[in-house]
């Protein structure tokens, strides 16, 4: 079976893969060999036998197997060197110790503190984006637009959702929400249920309209999302309310529940528990169109009470529909003048539903700030630390090259390349980094239980998911470069021959580039430490002011079921309890009184100025209970039967009506005419970031809704709690005993004020002391340097202060270059910050000192030990050589 | 510098570079191999072990000698360096030494 030699040819494919990764240098020659010995083998072995061994040799003759020689090393070296780079690095590490653990403890501090901010950050991030129906869903804002001015909140009309739904195609879905049932009360809903005659339970829900279900993920185990919410008696409760009441979720289907002590429910739906990433918390959902039945003033168009959700078409334009529903109001609204009138307007807005936890402060009518504020603040702290921390590492480094500095002339002499050893420090660096992950990560475990203590959140370390393993490595890697980028590049740019002769010396530019660093460290800790202490005195002002009435000591209970119609027996039972002083009752909180409108009249007022009075209707004793200051006039008085028209005003109420002689003078309040008996001193109805509203009281002690104050004997509220409670069972079986107390009360509305207050005391404390492991290397960087100079210093004579201060004198002239910039920036941020408190601390100079001054003496302490150190060294030991 | 040694394969084909003279490139090279020992070296191995050999200056190479049933191609000529000769010779010494100190009476079995 001879055939022609020129009839073998390999195939054209295994040539093309010859051709693929053959190194081009040796193609021709291989290719004319193989095409040759092709041939030879098709005639000796047979074609099949000559293709195996082509594509042998073709497949081993590629790039990867046949390395060219022009350009790699030999393997077995490249794997030797890191080897040796390696075993480099663990030596450097093991030989200076407190070296490497200052390096590898700032650096996982400052790793740590970013971590967790960054998991915190996510977490407020996510909240509310776990809808599948995240991108269409809407929450409806209204704005209120008068005398130039405009006020925009949440609240809508309850039929508001139903009748958009109806007249705008692009609504596909629509739902009322209720977060309060009185806005004058800002309190969570919590009612009382009962299965069977013993089981009462408090659970915290709401109102919702069939739609909800469908709209949001909130996922039903049993039940129909389109029907569970749809009739008068629907009840949906939570998997932990089923628990609760029946054991189990799938026994709780079809049950009956006693709401309120007047109502029997069937529950008709149960849900998962509501994750905590949901901005809306509930425990149960009942039906919305029966609640609104059940409060006629719901009905009112003119009644802004409660949230409006609308899931819009996925191909409708949100700014469209906004600019169609922005006017909806007005047809439902002229009938009452008020509303609409030539100088007040009413317009509805559309914010995403998941944008509404991070933006729910409006400005301008627009929902722009809010939370966002802390998330932006924390992740400007976050970057801070992690600088900080990048810089002291950066800074030890360089101060360790002294050191490693006859090392790179030894290898540069020996043959490396300046990028080897630029591999070779970026290696360590990250190398060091991957240790200080570690040891953060180890740091965000132990912390996270206190942070979320503290915080509130579950967070936990996402370690199921890859891209949090991700992240990390990408920390690792741009941290260790970042850090490691300045001694890398500085020492490989070292020469050789200067190096090795001794005569090595840090050049100006290094220097100052070095000192530079230093001084950013100090001004990013300055920063916080300023901001701690400004954030921390306000948290204390505002906790601690004196509001104008004594806030200790008083319990809130919420006036509902029977207690309605048996308050006045309350009242009279309960005063006469020991430990008990005063009760009372309110129609708002008094610690925050968020109601307010404009509904007071009096004779000659301007019709069109626009004046919205805070509004409440207390008891007779409310001013004594209160502990409040009458400047003129007299108080409510029981025994005196005209008073139940009275009113009460305060100073700033007096001021805006105009009134030179106020007591004695006629009002009307929602047409209620009367008049002024009393005006109070001011004092502080709502939170310190907003100015005293003119407050005008009257007496009503039968209304169905509001809070009594029961004010007890100091260090006997046990006692009285207890009392209360038994009280409370006999008069109201149907609902459970809850109270809170009023400080607590007053405390929460400064929440995150108050964790701010302690997340920026840690981070700014770490700051500083991160910084201070920076200046503390350079210190030892600069004793290693200077000690043939000092030495003859004190030989010549130089006593020990003289050298310690001269050898403090550099370091202090940084951290107050550092003061001098630091000082107008935090000047300027915190006048900024404060300015959202209507009541404020002044930014007095001795803060700004008081941080100097830590700061310097920080640094004194730091730098001190080592300039006593030099001091104290013998001269001899350091000069003997050479 | 420590001397480079050589390789029993590289022994070989710097010693059937040296047969071959004048002609001495890729395939014969090959064929030789395989008809002489009786082993198969895939051709991948062969140009490897020739490149070391150049490397190390056993053999010095040129390029020339296009023919047709190349597809064209120039051949990569090898031949031998007295540094490389040197080697073999040396190599060869050492074993014929060694071969005159093994006893002539050897039981084979024993061994």
Known sequence: MKREPNSYAPPAWAEALLRWRCPPEVLEEVEGDLRELYTYWSENFGEREAQRRYIISAVKLQRPFLSSRKTASHPLILKDMINHYLTTALRNITRSKSFSVINIAGLAFGLACSLVILLWVLDEVNVDKFHANDKVLYRVYLKQLYDGQVRADYNTPASLPAELKKAVPEIERATGFVKYFRLSLQDDIYESFSVGDTVVHKMKGSRAEPDFFSMFSYKLLYGKAETALSSPVSLCISKKMAEMFFGSASAAMGRAVRFDGRKDLLVTGVFEDVPFNSSDQFDYLMNWDDWVLENPFKQSWGHFGTSSYLQLRPDADPVMVEAKIKDFLRKYLTENDSWMSSNKRIELGLQPYSDQYLYSTFEEGRPVSGRILYVKLFIGVGAFILVIACINFMNLATARSIKRAKEVGVRKVVGSSRVHLIYQFMGEAILITFFAVLLSLLVVFLLLPAFNLLTTKQITIPLQQPVFYLFLLGLIGVTGIVAGSYPALFLSSLQPVRILKGSFQFNFWTAFFRKGLVVFQFVLSMLLLISTVVISRQTDYVQNKNLGYDRENVLYIPIEGELISKYPLFREEASRLSGVKMVDRSSQFPHAMSFRLDAVEWDGRDGNSVINFALSSVGYDFVKTMDLEIVEGRAFDRNIKSDSTGFLANEEAIRQMGFKDPVGKQISVFGKKGTIVGVLRDFHTNTLHQAIDPLVLDVKEHLDFGTILVRTEKGRTKEAIAGIENLYKHLNPEHAFNYTFMDERYGLLYKSEQIVSKLSNVFALLAIAISCLGLLGLAIFSAEQRRKELSIRKVLGASIGNIVMKFSKDFLTLVVIALTIAVPLAWLMMTDWLSQFAYRIELAWWIFALAGVIAIMISMLTIGAQAVKSAFENPVRNLRSE | ?111
């Open chain 2, 1 to 111: 510098m420590k001397r480079t040694s050589l390789g029993e394969l590289e022994e070989l084909i710097l010693l059937i570079i040296a047969v071959i003279k004048d002609e001495a490139y890729g395939v014969p090279i090959t064929q030789m191999l395989e008809k002489e020992t009786g082993r198969t070296v895939d051709f991948s191995t062969i140009h490897t072990t020739l490149k070391r050999l150049e490397e190390k200056g056993f053999v010095k190479s040129a390029m020339g000698g296009a023919t047709e049933e190349r597809g064209g191609r120039r051949k990569r000529y090898f031949t031998i360096t007295t540094f490389g000769y040197k080697a073999l010779r040396e190599s060869q010494e050492i074993r014929m030494r060694l071969w005159s100190l093994v006893p002539l009476k050897m039981n084979v079995k024993s061994i």
